[in-house]
Nanobody, 115 residues
Framework: QVQLVESGGGLVQPGGSLRLSCAASGSIFRINFMGWYRQAPGKQRELVAVIYSGGSTNYADSAKGRFTISRDNAKNTVYLQMNSLRPEDTAVYYC?????????WGQGTQVTVSS
């Protein structure tokens, strides 16, 4: 079956950077979009960034100018480059994708921004 596996989370100082990766595997005919959500303790899950099949992107206001989403179609992998990280970016980051017209979630990777 299709699955998503995230990596790249960790502990970083304020102002630092992290690069998250999400690799999709399995029987994938098409990728309609791949993106990233995050969920902080006690808060709802929110969209951070998404990249669509045509290459267009969408970002949360808090991510604009700091985060960049990209993809490697040959590897069925999406990346989230996060720069100028702030403590309020601390959350579990989840990969989400519409693959072969079905929605999938990764297990999440913890990002902690703290001094």
């Amino acid at each position: 079956q299709v699955q998503l596996v995230e990596s790249g989370g960790g502990l970083v100082q304020p102002g630092g950077s992290l690069r998250l990766s999400c690799a999709a595997s399995g029987s994938i005919f098409r990728i309609n979009f791949m993106g990233w959500y995050r969920q902080a303790p006690g808060k709802q899950r929110e969209l951070v960034a998404v990249i669509y099949s045509g290459g267009s992107t969408n970002y949360a206001d808090s991510a604009k100018g700091r985060f960049t989403i990209s993809r490697d179609n040959a590897k069925n992998t999406v990346y989230l480059q996060m720069n100028s990280l702030r403590p309020e970016d601390t959350a579990v980051y989840y990969c989400n994708a519409d693959l072969t017209n079905r929605r999938y979630w990764g297990q999440g990777t913890q990002v902690t921004v703290s001094s």
